[in-house]
């Protein structure tokens, strides 16, 4: 199975910040990577699909990048609704699997 | 409007079982693959299985392999996902999502259904 870590596990920053969050896969998986927000008590969000592409309707301060094993989630100002939890994904092979999460927290 | 709506959670006892129902509309639901995702209390997003739209291919991740069962029923829009010899360690909230045809990830999620197991 393809391992995801993501770093950090939290971060605390201010409206208007820039925040990246990196994850690193545990083998290759090319472009397929996903991104998504969670905020307490509701559904994930897809932010981010094939490591750089956003989806339809999320704003444009989101980016991502990266490809192979190493990937990066772009916030270029934080607006105080992005206070959340993100997570990455591998698509690239069954079983589908997750980074652990990082909490963005205020300061 | 693309809509998920989950349903069939509640309280088991260790060792039942239960089966959570998955409702879509809005998109043509037998051209999507689907999926069930998990969140425990405290810990992070869980995939669970994955069926193709055509039900010619199906993944489980090993923790409930054996376990859980998944399902759908093009003709009336629905994804099943049949849960037996629950543990404490299924207590979370479940999710179906349907995944992109396109670039991977999972584009959209139902609300949730909260499964509790406990004597």
């Known amino acids: 199975d393809i391992q995801m870590t993501q770093s950090p596990s939290s971060v605390s920053a201010s409206v208007g910040d820039r925040v990246s969050i990196t994850c690193r896969a545990s083998q290759g998986i090319g472009s397929w990577l996903a991104w998504y927000q969670q905020k307490a008590g509701k559904a994930p969000k897809l932010l981010i699909y094939?490591?750089?592409s956003l989806q339809s309707g999320v704003p444009s301060r989101f980016s991502g990048s990266g490809s192979g094993t190493d990937f990066t989630l772009t916030i270029s100002s934080l607006q105080p609704e992005d206070f959340a939890t993100y997570y990455c994904q591998q698509a690239n092979s069954f079983p589908i699997t997750f980074g652990q999460g990082t909490r963005l927290e205020i300061k | 409007e693309v809509q998920l709506v989950e349903s069939g959670g509640g309280l088991v006892q260790p060792g039942g079982s239960l089966r959570l129902s998955c409702a879509a509309s809005g998109f043509t639901f037998s051209s999507y693959e689907m999926n069930w995702v998990r969140k425990a209390p405290g810990k992070g997003l869980e995939w669970l299985s994955n069926i193709g739209g055509n039900l010619r291919t199906i993944y489980y991740a090993d923790s409930v392999k054996g376990r859980f069962t998944i399902s759908r029923d093009n003709a009336k829009n629905s994804l099943f996902l049949q849960m037996n010899s629950l543990r404490a360690e299924d207590t979370a909230v479940y999710y179906c999502?349907?995944?992109?045809?396109?670039?991977?990830?999972?584009?959209?999620w139902g609300q949730g259904t909260l499964v509790t197991v406990s004597s």
């Open positions: 094939s490591a750089s």
């Open positions: 999502a349907r995944s992109r045809t396109t670039g991977g990830g999972l584009d959209y």
